[in-house]
């Protein structure tokens, strides 16, 4: 059982342009939602992340858009940069009680073209 | 200074074989993981340590067994090694429990031939 759901599976975006990846959540008791970047060869880095009281949090060209009642939330890179090509993925997890695991979704590929 | 560091990096082997991976932070956490990042890149826990003590066992085979001799340190040792096990292993570490973020090592590539 999947239980964070991540899309697309890749994405090819021009330099400039905005890159956006969606995840779904089923558990209910998930209160902090992380996104990690993984660059090939590397582990995952924390981009940014964001608590289930806030519908938006913004660090730099990355923004999480957060939907409680949908149980949604995605990833928005505006003026993505070549820099920016890596694999990408959402996770979810409870600050209490659920022991700091992460449950990742499936990942994105991205690649930003010239 | 690197904050969290695997050895080795890349770990070829025959099935059946007893094989270890060591993980060591520098960062002065409390909870240590074992994650298991498959070809498909699907991450997940394998386990999860929090002042030496076991604390989460994602229903990993008993041939995988997790050794933390001190906060700093979580060894992975698995027997009998099987093809299904080639995969890539990280560690990661956080501040402990209530603190979420996590910062994982490089990797150990296995690939059990």
């Known amino acids: 059982q999947q239980q964070v759901k991540q899309s697309p599976q890749s994405l090819i975006v021009q330099k400039g342009g905005i890159s956006i990846i969606n995840c779904a959540y089923e558990n209910t008791a998930f209160d902090y939602f992380p996104w990690y970047q993984q660059f090939p060869g590397k582990g995952p880095a924390l981009l940014i992340a964001i608590r289930p009281d806030v519908s938006e949090k913004k660090e730099g060209r990355f923004t999480i858009s957060f939907n409680k009642s949908a149980k949604q939330f995605s990833l928005h890179i505006m003026d993505s940069q070549p820099g920016d090509s890596a694999t990408y993925f959402c996770a979810a997890s409870r600050i209490t009680g659920g022991g700091n695991k992460l449950t990742f979704g499936t990942g994105t590929q991205l690649k930003v073209e010239l | 200074d690197t904050a969290v560091s695997q050895t080795p990096k890349y770990l070829v082997t025959q099935m059946g074989n007893d094989k270890s991976i060591k993980c060591e932070q520098n960062l002065g956490h409390d909870t240590m993981y074992w994650y298991k990042q498959d070809s498909k890149k699907f991450l997940k826990i394998m386990f999860s340590y929090n002042n030496k003590e076991l604390i989460i066992n994602e229903t990993v085979p008993n041939r995988f067994s997790p050794k933390s001799p001190d906060k700093a340190h979580l060894n992975l040792h698995i027997n009998s090694l099987e093809l299904g096990d080639s995969a890539v292993y990280f560690c990661?570490?956080?501040?402990?429990?209530?603190?979420?973020?996590?910062?994982f090592g490089q990797g150990t590539r296995l690939t059990v031939v």
């Open positions: 990661a570490s956080s501040k402990g429990q209530g603190y979420t973020e996590a910062f």
